[in-house]
């Protein structure tokens, strides 16, 4: 070797760590959201020496999970996770489960033990691939430093193959820690399957049929797909629904709308009742949540013919696009929705009233997360007529997301405020989301709706056929015997907060926390 060539080689030699860490970068994924270990260090120095990459640590795994899926569903880019061996993973594994259905684009990164110690089964060793595998849909371990960096680019390009993956990269700490000169160019991003001129035409022919026709929908519901299913919907008659929960939807005035298909199986069959043809629209056929005695748990009618327009992997945009090319609807306006603000609310302090107030103060291009379980119906409701915003909701039913989701989502959008609807019993999961808030100075407004018991869970007992419940049995329901102090713990947090009794208080409270800048929390008694 030359002198140049010594001397070119040195200054490219770099930890494993670092060559990963500048393959994310140069890829576009300049966040990680981080809780690490001691098998993580020379990732943290990594990040450390990167002025391009962005830090947030959360105080819980699931905070750090959670977070990035908020910020993968508002940017279309993954965020990196870094989390600390198999247990580490553990802990943050229910939003990882949230972000896979939703089909956010995320790279994990896990640290494990160096390659020659896993021998010796220290205390912290675990089958980390193993902990991994059931929520990744892509999955690798680094074998060398020189293998990190094309590993990361795979991680990346798999994260953002349509319409978004959870990858996980598991690095053994001696993969971090050794030099090497090996570097990646980032990928080409893998491209939606196209459009099926077959289904289309299929899709096209059962809309013209004249017999009841439903649209079932989820996914991204941007402004211009719900546009696009809804002048097919006006042209043929159709109905357009969307899935109980959607990953992101755009919502409120001058926007088409879609019906949300109920959460219990009998309002879900009630509404689907009478339908010739489903229409599936990057979704699958609906069933319930959960299978329950002699129930119906399959939500397709009986004698209803199935047809898929495009699956999740495929060109939602370029089918929608063809569908309305077919029916000839390209003219045909959407049914927007109106502009509209109800009055300051008086009365009693209920969930209605809480979401006529979250209209009436709502602020233009707002963020909603959604965890407001049994109570956010209200403000599901009242703000279909608020000015433009988006709405992300629940996809998994792993509870524990509402808070790690509006602080991702308001790390991906610093300019927009970000509004979290939450259950008192699921924010319980994840409030050290609060300490990530206050210490990143994120604009999020938690309003909790304090019913101070597992509202959902109590009406699930019954329809399970769980029927005259004890005591006991109630007790594991109930969050009183101690009441939840929201306020100090928010304020414990470093997050200001407020405790609201009555509905002036909370109006006025709603009115002071948005104009408060960096976090704020609103305990309502409900």
């Given at each position: 070797m030359s002198d140049a060539e010594q001397s070119d080689s040195q200054d490219n030699d770099r930890s494993g760590a670092e060559s990963l860490v500048q393959t994310f970068v140069d890829a576009g994924v300049n966040v990680c959201f981080a809780n690490p270990g001691t098998s993580e260090m020379h990732f943290v120095a990594a990040l450390d020496s990167n002025p391009e990459m962005r830090c947030v640590l959360g105080l819980f795994e699931g905070v750090v999970t959670g977070a990035?899926?908020?910020?993968?569903?508002?940017?279309?880019?993954?965020?990196?996770?870094?989390?600390?061996?198999?247990?580490?993973l553990g802990n943050g594994l229910a939003n990882v489960h949230n972000a896979k259905?939703?089909?956010?684009?995320?790279?994990?990164?896990?640290?494990?033990?160096?390659?020659?110690?896993?021998?010796?089964?220290?205390?912290l060793t675990s089958d980390v691939e193993g902990v991994a595998r059931p929520m990744s849909h892509w999955l690798k371990v680094s074998a060398t430093a020189d293998d990190v960096a094309n590993d990361g680019a795979e991680a990346v390009q798999a994260a953002l193959a349509p319409p978004g993956q959870v990858a996980s990269l598991i690095l053994p700490a001696d993969t971090a820690w050794n030099r090497t000169t090996a570097s990646a160019a980032p990928l080409p991003r893998l491209q939606p399957n196209p459009v099926n001129t077959d289904q289309v035409d299929d899709v096209a022919k059962a809309l013209n049929s004249g017999e009841p026709c439903v649209m079932l929908i989820n996914g991204i519901l941007t402004e211009e797909r719900l546009a696009m299913a809804d002048r097919v919907a006006q042209a043929t008659g159709a109905r357009v629904i969307t899935d109980t929960f959607v990953s992101r939807m755009h919502r409120g005035a001058g926007r088409a709308e879609a019906l949300r298909l109920p959460y219990f199986g009998e309002q879900a069959a009630d509404v689907l009742a009478g339908t010739k043809h489903l229409i599936l629209i990057s979704t699958q056929p609906p069933i319930t949540f959960f299978a329950y005695p002699d129930k119906p748990n399959?939500?397709?009618?009986?004698?209803?013919?199935?047809?898929?327009?495009?699956?999740?992997?495929?060109?939602?945009?370029?089918?929608?696009e063809a569908l309305v090319d077919a029916v000839g609807a390209q003219?045909?306006?959407?049914?927007?929705?109106?502009?509209?603000?109800?009055?300051?609310?008086?009365?009693?302090?209920?969930?209605?009233?809480?979401?006529?107030?979250?209209?009436?103060?709502?602020p233009e291009n707002a963020i909603v997360v959604d965890e407001g379980g049994t109570c956010g119906a209200g403000s599901a409701l009242s703000t279909r007529t608020s000015a433009p915003h988006?709405?992300?909701?629940?996809?998994?039913?792993?509870?524990?997301?509402?808070?790690?989701?509006?602080?991702g989502a308001a790390v991906a959008c610093p300019d927009r405020q970000v509004i979290n609807l939450q259950a008192d019993g699921s924010g319980m999961y994840t409030l050290q989301a609060l300490w990530t808030q206050a210490r990143e100075n994120l604009n999020v407004t938690t309003i909790i709706f304090a019913n101070r018991k597992y509202a959902i869970l109590q009406i699930e007992f019954g329809r399970v056929g769980a029927h005259n419940p004890g005591p006991?049995?109630?007790?594991?329901?109930?969050?009183?015997?101690?009441?939840?102090?929201?306020?100090s713990l928010a304020e414990g947090m470093g997050v200001a907060a407020w405790r609201a009794t009555t509905l002036e208080e909370f109006n006025s409270a709603l009115a002071a926390s948005l104009k408060h800048q960096g976090p704020s929390l609103i305990e309502a008694l409900v």
């Amino acid at each position: 070797m030359s002198d140049a060539e010594q001397s070119d080689s040195q200054d490219n030699d770099r930890s494993g760590a670092e060559s990963l860490v500048q393959t994310f970068v140069d890829a576009g994924v300049n966040v990680c959201f981080a809780n690490p270990g001691t098998s993580e260090m020379h990732f943290v120095a990594a990040l450390d020496s990167n002025p391009e990459m962005r830090c947030v640590l959360g105080l819980f795994e699931g905070v750090v999970t959670g977070a990035a899926d908020g910020y993968g569903r508002m940017t279309g880019m993954p965020a990196a996770t870094l989390t600390h061996l198999g247990p580490g993973l553990g802990n943050g594994l229910a939003n990882v489960h949230n972000a896979k259905k939703a089909r956010t684009p995320m790279v994990n990164v896990i640290g494990d033990h160096a390659t020659f110690h896993r021998k010796y089964d220290a205390p912290l060793t675990s089958d980390v691939e193993g902990v991994a595998r059931p929520m990744s849909h892509w999955l690798k371990v680094s074998a060398t430093a020189d293998d990190v960096a094309n590993d990361g680019a795979e991680a990346v390009q798999a994260a953002l193959a349509p319409p978004g993956q959870v990858a996980s990269l598991i690095l053994p700490a001696d993969t971090a820690w050794n030099r090497t000169t090996a570097s990646a160019a980032p990928l080409p991003r893998l491209q939606p399957n196209p459009v099926n001129t077959d289904q289309v035409d299929d899709v096209a022919k059962a809309l013209n049929s004249g017999e009841p026709c439903v649209m079932l929908i989820n996914g991204i519901l941007t402004e211009e797909r719900l546009a696009m299913a809804d002048r097919v919907a006006q042209a043929t008659g159709a109905r357009v629904i969307t899935d109980t929960f959607v990953s992101r939807m755009h919502r409120g005035a001058g926007r088409a709308e879609a019906l949300r298909l109920p959460y219990f199986g009998e309002q879900a069959a009630d509404v689907l009742a009478g339908t010739k043809h489903l229409i599936l629209i990057s979704t699958q056929p609906p069933i319930t949540f959960f299978a329950y005695p002699d129930k119906p748990n399959w939500l397709t009618p009986e004698g209803c013919e199935l047809h898929t327009l495009v699956e999740r992997d495929g060109d939602i945009d370029g089918s929608l696009e063809a569908l309305v090319d077919a029916v000839g609807a390209q003219t045909t306006p959407i049914n927007a929705v109106p502009h509209v603000r109800p009055d300051r609310p008086i009365g009693d302090l209920t969930p209605e009233t809480i979401g006529v107030s979250l209209a009436h103060h709502f602020p233009e291009n707002a963020i909603v997360v959604d965890e407001g379980g049994t109570c956010g119906a209200g403000s599901a409701l009242s703000t279909r007529t608020s000015a433009p915003h988006d709405w992300l909701m629940l996809t998994g039913g792993s509870i524990g997301y509402g808070m790690p989701t509006a602080t991702g989502a308001a790390v991906a959008c610093p300019d927009r405020q970000v509004i979290n609807l939450q259950a008192d019993g699921s924010g319980m999961y994840t409030l050290q989301a609060l300490w990530t808030q206050a210490r990143e100075n994120l604009n999020v407004t938690t309003i909790i709706f304090a019913n101070r018991k597992y509202a959902i869970l109590q009406i699930e007992f019954g329809r399970v056929g769980a029927h005259n419940p004890g005591p006991k049995a109630m007790s594991m329901l109930d969050l009183s015997n101690p009441d939840l102090n929201w306020v100090s713990l928010a304020e414990g947090m470093g997050v200001a907060a407020w405790r609201a009794t009555t509905l002036e208080e909370f109006n006025s409270a709603l009115a002071a926390s948005l104009k408060h800048q960096g976090p704020s929390l609103i305990e309502a008694l409900v």
